[in-house]
């Protein structure tokens, strides 16, 4: 079986059908090149076919590239992998080029045969620069398509001749939004925007593509950057209005990625080099920029962290072998922003949720948040209030816990005090099924403990959800001593259910997430009570890839909150707490009232709308800066390494489970310096040994803290890697 079929017409119109066998949506393979090549050549050489319409047998026109295509390029050619990747690109854009050229007269224009691309729905990626390629793009009005190239969100950039061509469509400053951001549209938008033709009724999607065909001249299928007086849209670099756009825009990149992110820079050199030269020139530019890239280390983890694993999980990689859990009914125990939040978006997801707090007040106040959200919805019109009416018909807000019948699974969002989730759980489980799975959203208490106030500690489980619920993708899952299989897949399925991805960890303390992300912020205090300079600290960490500096975002999460994490911290470890010294500052700036964002006060200080307008001054009076200050690079190396070891020592520990989700629930959970993949990537991409020198050093000034786990020295010992040895490859050889 072939991924494209071909079939000619009574009207001599041949249409090519992309119609993956055994997939949902159609994705571009090696051996879909190959058979687009071929119908393609066929096509041109029919005298019988006057043109071509290109479209799908799905619903769906595409969702992008088989990524594995570039893995075995550079496969392909192991000795010279970068002479692999640029070959075979360019054999693509010359499959491209002949649907763009359809024949015609190389100096004349003329004689070519009109190709129209005819899109169903949803085209991503090499879904649209193969229309790109195409004389004329209609789409069906499929309001909830999209159309775009997401590249860039992955680590890459569209390399298929997408820049080349969307610049040249548009402009540089018009394409900007959809190459450097991964813009993606619906039909009528992306023809708003100039992506796409035409949008038309579904049922005469075909149709409609095949009577421009017939009736398309020369003149209309002889693309603009072919046509001779071609000038780009906004002006070319060395034209005044197009210096300053090229200007601006590398001032845009460099302030957005701080200069980590490789693929935005390089997409940035192909379309201002390409757009110097000849079209056909500009695209060897293009292949070698995107040749570049793919050779980067940093590419190859942002796509293997945040498209390969992050699709693994949330297909089920790590779920236990029960029968389907799907859940039917949802009770969620405390309506506050979290328990709202968790409503939100499981209603939205079409499950029927209860949603319980103390009285009728409070229960009805979180179905009000859920209100305001959809509200937001309808005023950006991403739902009708139609569907936000639907939505909230789904969520029963009451006090009454007998309403709790027939929920299979119940989430307790309360207060974070282990006498009130008991007798929470208590009332709950009075009216619940058997059967109900019973989960506990917290980010600190030991879920084997709390369980022990449930019927069944076998159907007990933690969900940490990370706030706001609505806009946060990750969701932790927690496995007690006792959870059983049907527990932990229940509430994969629940997450698969609204969306969002999950990992499943096993029970310790701050579990995995928050193990992590809080000696970040604790090794910015420490930083500062040094007397390192704020601005220092807080640049370092941007200059790095984090989106947030550690003060920053201890003011985001507040810094009462801080105080209390530290202080139930100190109560459970006694004098085993490390953290002293990094108390002093949040106790003191507690005490000063100013408790972060949400106070307009903290570690920065903010205007009467709530606006940051710069470091506190008042830092500076009682912890005073330094006459010297260290170097960037160690302040960097703390940072990271305050993280990435609390990763390495909670995977030897047996809670994390699985790399994957270390690196995937680093740059969803916490943002961890999405550039790298993750810092279980980062480490490999460093190597074991520069990471252990690293510690080393760290350890010699800072102290214990940055001692190198014993995996990691072991690791730079026998010269291998974390995916190297525990990767999913690797536990396929063993």
Request: hydrophobic share 45%.
């Amino acid at each position: 079986m072939t991924d494209f079929t071909y079939n000619l017409d009574a009207d001599g119109v041949a249409t090519i059908t992309w119609d993956v066998p055994g997939k949902s949506m159609n994705v571009m393979s090696q051996q879909g090149f190959a058979d687009l090549d071929a119908l393609i050549d066929r096509a041109l050489a029919d005298d019988a076919c006057k043109g071509v319409v290109i479209t799908s047998g799905k619903d769906t026109f595409a969702g992008g590239m088989d990524l594995n295509i570039i893995a075995g390029m550079k496969e392909a050619t192991a000795a010279d992998p970068a002479r692999g990747v640029f070959d075979g690109v360019m054999e693509i854009h010359h499959i491209l080029r002949k649907i763009e050229r359809a024949g015609m007269d190389p100096k004349t224009l003329k004689g070519g045969k009109p190709i129209a691309a005819a899109l169903p729905g949803t085209a991503l990626g090499i879904g649209l620069e193969i229309p790109l390629a195409c004389h004329r793009i209609f789409a069906a009005d499929n309001p909830k398509a999209k159309i775009g190239l997401p590249e860039i969100q992955v680590g890459i950039f569209p390399g298929a001749g997408g820049t080349t061509r969307l610049a040249r469509k548009l402009g540089a400053m018009a394409a900007a939004p959809f190459l450097l951001e991964g813009k993606l549209s619906d039909p009528k938008k992306a023809k708003s925007a100039g992506l796409i033709d035409e949008v038309t009724d579904p049922a005469a999607l075909l149709q409609t593509a095949k009577d421009w065909v017939l009736s398309a001249s020369d003149k209309d299928i002889v693309k603009p950057w072919d046509a001779k007086g071609y000038k780009m849209p906004g002006g070319a670099p060395y034209h005044p209005a197009g210096f300053m756009t090229f200007v601006g825009a590398s001032a845009m990149i460099n302030g957005k990625t701080k200069g980590v992110y490789p693929a935005a820079k390089a997409l940035l050199s192909a379309v201002y080099e390409g757009a110097l030269v000849p079209f056909d020139t500009a695209l060897k530019i293009e292949a070698r920029w995107f040749t570049t890239v793919m050779l980067n280390p940093s590419s190859g983890a942002m796509i293997r962290s945040l498209f390969i694993n992050k699709t693994a999980l949330e297909k089920g990689a790590n779920r236990p072998a029960v029968p389907d859990e799907t859940v039917k009914k949802l009770g969620v125990l405390g309506a506050g922003m979290m328990g709202a939040g968790i409503a939100y978006v499981s209603a939205k997801a079409g499950i029927e949720v209860v949603l319980i707090d103390r009285d009728q007040a409070a229960a009805d106040k979180g179905r009000a948040h859920c209100e305001a959200l959809l509200d937001k919805g309808v005023s950006r019109r991403k739902i009708t209030a139609e569907t936000k009416d639907a939505v909230l018909e789904r969520i029963t807000a009451t006090p009454d816990f007998a309403a709790l019948e027939g929920c299979d699974l119940v989430v307790e969002a309360v207060f974070e005090d282990p006498k009130v989730k008991a007798e929470t759980t208590a009332k709950a489980e009075a009216h619940l099924p058997e059967t109900a799975i019973f989960a506990t959203n917290t980010s600190t208490l030991p879920i084997s403990e709390l369980a022990k106030a449930s019927r069944s500690a076998e159907q007990f489980i933690g969900i940490h959800f990370f706030s706001p619920v609505d806009k946060m993708l990750l969701v932790e899952i927690i496995r007690g001593k006792h959870t059983g299989d049907r527990a932990v897949a229940k509430a994969l399925d629940f997450v698969r259910q609204i969306r969002k991805t999950p990992i499943v960890v096993n029970d310790a303390r701050f579990f995995y997430a928050n193990r992590c992300i809080l000696p970040y912020t604790n090794e910015g205090i420490r930083m500062l009570r040094e007397g390192v300079a704020p601005a220092l600290i807080e640049n370092a960490a941007k200059l790095v890839g984090m989106p947030l500096g550690p003060l920053q975002l201890i003011d985001e999460i507040s810094i009462d909150l801080g105080a209390k994490i530290a202080r139930a911290t100190k109560a459970g470890m006694g004098d085993a707490y490390p953290d002293t010294d990094v108390d002093e500052v949040i106790f003191w700036m507690e005490d000063q009232g100013r408790m972060g964002r949400k106070a307009n006060a903290g570690f920065y200080a903010y205007d009467e709308k709530g606006k940051r307008t710069g470091l506190w001054d008042g830092l500076a009076e009682e912890y005073p800066t330094a006459e010297t200050q260290p170097d960037l690079a160690i302040v960097q190396h703390r940072l990271l390494m305050a993280q990435v070891l609390e990763a390495v020592r909670a995977f030897e520990e047996g809670v994390l489970m699985d790399i994957r989700e270390g690196d995937v629930a680093g740059i969803l959970g916490w943002g961890f310096a999405p550039w790298s993949g993750g810092p279980i990537s980062w480490l490999d991409i460093i190597g074991a040994g520069k990471a252990v020198a690293i510690c080393d050093g760290l350890e010699a000034v800072h102290g214990a803290r940055f001692k190198a786990p014993g995996l990691l020295r072991e690791l730079a010992e026998s010269d291998d890697s974390f995916y190297g040895r525990f990767g999913p490859e690797a536990k396929k050889a063993a």
